[in-house]
């Protein structure tokens, strides 16, 4: 369904998103954008994200910082480096116009003063939306996201929405369901509220732990 409104507000994006559908555009400098809503749905069950052994080893050794916010557009930009991307500038701009509304949220990962890595997403009631992520260096993504899904279950999150489900996903623990299950896990999501800036940000020792407790 194209849509043909000249100005879209961050309000009416964020309210598609409480809708179930979310924006895509053809390219990086495509002027209009279309709504999906996909018959089969990615999540990933917030206390079901999978933490390999391989993967908890580089997490220890890495040498990194993780932030949160700390520089929100730039991970939607490297997000958007690519050859194809459906990230246009206005979805873009309306993304940082979330971020400054507290509705937006990045998980950053830092080496030294290099940005490696990091995933974002919106946020609405009780879930995230997960919309994309990058890595310039080994595992920093999936690192992201082990930080993130355990930031999450920790604020009160209850649902994390990848949109679809990829092979890479699905190695994390990501599942797909259908559209009708999702739009009721999603109804339960917006009948409360959680902040992301509810708890600081887990220590490393926080994230693995919980590979102990789901293995």
């Known amino acids: 369904m194209r849509d043909d409104t000249p100005v ?11 809708a179930g559908i979310f924006p895509m555009a053809e390219s990086r400098d495509d002027p209009e954008l279309f709504w999906v809503d996909p018959r089969q749905r990615g999540i990933i069950p917030l206390d079901q994200f999978h933490i390999s052994r391989s993967l908890a080893r580089h997490m220890r050794s890495a040498n990194w910082t993780i932030r949160a916010n700390s ?13 194809d991307t459906w990230i246009s500038h206005d979805i873009a701009r ?22 490696v890595g990091g995933v974002y997403g919106v946020t609405t009631g009780t879930a995230f939306f997960g919309e ?7 595992d920093a993504s999936k690192t992201a996201l082990a930080f993130l899904t355990t930031h999450l279950l920790r604020c009160g999150f209850t649902l994390f929405d990848t949109q679809f489900l990829t092979e890479h996903l699905s190695t994390l623990g990501a599942i797909e369901i259908s559209r009708s299950q999702y739009h009721a896990l999603l ?3 917006l009948q409360d509220v959680a902040d992301f800036d ?5 220590s490393l020792q926080d994230v693995l732990q919980r590979r102990t407790q789901t293995s």
């Open 8 to 18: 879209l507000t961050p309000q009416m994006l964020l309210h598609a998103y409480q």
């Open 71 to 83: 520089d929100f557009d730039a991970v939607v930009a490297a997000c958007a480096e690519r050859k």
């Open 94 to 115: 309306l993304y940082s116009l979330l971020h400054e509304m507290s509705h937006a949220h990045s998980m950053e990962i830092w080496e030294d003063d290099e940005l």
């Open 132 to 138: 994309s992520m990058f890595s310039k260096r080994r």
């Open 187 to 189: 109804h339960d999501a």
């Open 198 to 202: 509810a708890h600081p940000l887990p």
